[in-house]
């Protein structure tokens, strides 16, 4: 059975940084992509950033573009998205989430549907 936890969230002013953790167990394989995405109140969710394991292309939103550095440590099954310079409408749930099919290049947007297997989600609030 394939798990993932996310970790990390909390609160922060305007300018600061929050690492977010992601653990990853029960793929069969190790190529599988690790995407991060968040939903703000009101709002869709949308694809932050990925990762493909197997040749460690990533992919960034525009507007964390600079700010924001995913990661993977292949060996502990851990993947992480570093956020730095956070803005208020950095706010939201992010949620990590795996799958051996999903794609991901530099120019590639994450696709919720090619994830089947999601976190519970962690909360994300930055204070002006």
């Known amino acids: 059975e394939v798990q993932v936890v996310e970790s990390g969230g909390g609160l922060v002013q305007a300018g600061g940084s929050l690492r977010l953790s992601c653990a990853v167990s029960?793929?069969?394989?190790?190529?599988?992509?690790i995407g991060w995405f968040r939903q703000a109140p009101g709002k869709e969710r949308e694809g932050v950033s990925c990762?493909?394991?197997?040749?460690?292309?990533?992919y960034y939103l525009d507007s964390v573009k600079g700010r924001f550095t995913i990661s993977s440590d292949n060996a502990t099954n851990m993947a992480y998205l570093q956020m730095n310079s956070l803005k208020p409408e950095d706010t939201a749930v992010y949620y990590c989430?795996?799958?051996?099919?999903?794609?991901?290049?530099?120019?590639?947007?994450?696709?919720?549907?090619?994830?089947?297997?999601w976190g519970q989600g962690t909360q994300v609030t930055v204070t002006s």
């Open positions: 989430a795996a799958d051996l099919a999903a794609y991901c290049t530099e120019d590639y947007y994450p696709r919720e549907y090619e994830y089947d297997f």
């Open positions: 029960g793929f069969t394989s190790d190529g599988y992509t």
């Open positions: 990762i493909d394991r197997s040749d460690a292309m990533t």
